[in-house]
């Protein structure tokens, strides 16, 4: 990482072009890291950089925002006070010079919209495997244990991991809090055994994949997610999430489920965007039980 400073370069910027231009340069002294390696070095620092939004920053589409500066200044080694505030003041510079900031919006001020017309009932595995056969990139899973999806939806992760597109699955963890948590808010019938079963099930599924493939991690948590999580292309301008709201005592197949494109609820996709990173990295990772070897077979 370079230690040239930019302030003075900094100091300067007014739009969001000169912004951008900053941008590039600080990329540049740091042997020109791509949008890849910013997403990637994000997530595992938990400090998320979707492609699609530093892209955008680094071409002038729009400035950043303040969390997605600071951690692209932290990916990039700027760590003095005054070096950082430059960077800060700058930014401050160009939202002022656009059209005042967007005061926190309240319902009155959206446009009254029918729930039915936002949510449907329930996600589709037909559509959600063709979504998997589009992806480009990444597919991100999250659930309880993903009882159904899994089983179904195997052969096209195998695929899309042929493709070299990877696949991050994130599931609760056997005989913790939340596995317990989930049984309670299934119901009477959402017996702990039964879930575990089910979970053993499709990790014994996933490690199939993990030994025949790579390019696919899981990760287990002891956290219960108040909704299930499928994202397709999530670092890219085209990307999109499905997220399925969780019920207590509900029937399964009618559960508030919407969907949200990038390129159309770039904040809200960010968020759910830096959550599932945040949870993801918070989780442990799941490791391969060893198959038994021909020698040790009794």
Same mark, same amino acid.
């Given at each position: 990482m370079s230690d040239d400073s930019m302030a003075p370069e900094l100091k300067t910027v007014q739009t969001t072009e000169q912004l951008a231009a900053c941008i590039r340069n600080l990329l540049k002294?740091? /042997?020109?890291?791509?949008?890849?390696?910013? !997403?990637?070095? =994000?997530?595992?620092?938990?400090?998320?950089?979707?492609?699609?939004? *530093? =892209?955008?920053?680094?071409? +002038? *589409?729009?400035? %950043?925002?303040?969390?997605?500066?600071?951690? @692209?200044?932290?990916?990039?080694?700027?760590?003095? /006070?005054? !070096? *950082?505030q430059a960077w800060l003041d700058a930014l401050d510079r160009v939202q002022a010079s656009k059209a005042s900031p967007p005061r926190q919006r309240r319902f009155g001020d959206l446009q009254s919209v029918p729930a039915n017309r936002f949510f449907v009932e329930q996600d589709d595995l037909i559509e959600i495997s063709h979504l998997i056969q589009r992806a480009q990139d990444e597919v991100w899973l999250w659930g309880t244990t993903l009882s159904m999806h899994i089983p179904y939806l195997d052969t096209y992760l195998e695929q899309a991991l042929s493709r070299d597109v990877r696949v991050k699955v994130?599931?609760?963890?056997?005989?913790?809090?939340? $596995?317990?948590?989930?049984?309670?808010?299934?119901? %009477?019938? =959402? $017996? &702990?055994?039964? #879930?575990?079963?089910?979970?053993?099930?499709? #990790?014994? @599924?996933?490690?199939? #994949?993990? !030994?025949?493939?790579?390019?696919?991690? *899981?990760?287990? &948590?002891?956290?219960?997610? %108040?909704?299930?999580?499928?994202?397709? /292309?999530?670092?890219?301008?085209?990307?999109?999430?499905?997220?399925? @709201? +969780?019920?207590?005592?509900?029937?399964?197949?009618?559960?508030?489920?919407?969907?949200? &494109?990038?390129?159309?609820? =770039?904040e809200w996709f960010d968020y759910f965007y830096e959550q599932f990173t945040s949870v993801w990295n918070s989780a442990d990772e799941h490791r391969r039980m060893s198959q038994p070897s021909k020698d040790d077979t009794p």
């Open positions: 002294q740091n /042997d020109s890291l791509s949008l890849r390696e910013l !997403e990637s070095w =994000g997530i595992a620092h938990n400090r998320p950089m979707p492609r699609a939004s *530093v =892209g955008e920053a680094r071409s +002038g *589409v729009r400035p %950043p925002s303040k969390p997605l500066l600071l951690n @692209l200044l932290a990916a990039t080694d700027i760590q003095g /006070d005054l !070096e *950082v994130l599931l609760i963890k056997p005989g913790s809090a939340a $596995m317990s948590m989930s049984a309670f808010r299934a119901g %009477p019938d =959402g $017996m &702990v055994h039964g #879930l575990e079963e089910r979970l053993a099930i499709n #990790l014994g @599924l996933l490690d199939r #994949l993990l !030994e025949r493939r790579t390019g696919m991690e *899981v990760r287990l &948590v002891d956290y219960l997610a %108040p909704y299930t999580l499928y994202a397709y /292309d999530p670092g890219l301008e085209s990307g999109s999430m499905d997220l399925r @709201l +969780g019920s207590f005592h509900g029937q399964h197949e009618l559960r508030p489920t919407f969907r949200l &494109v990038r390129k159309r609820d =770039g």
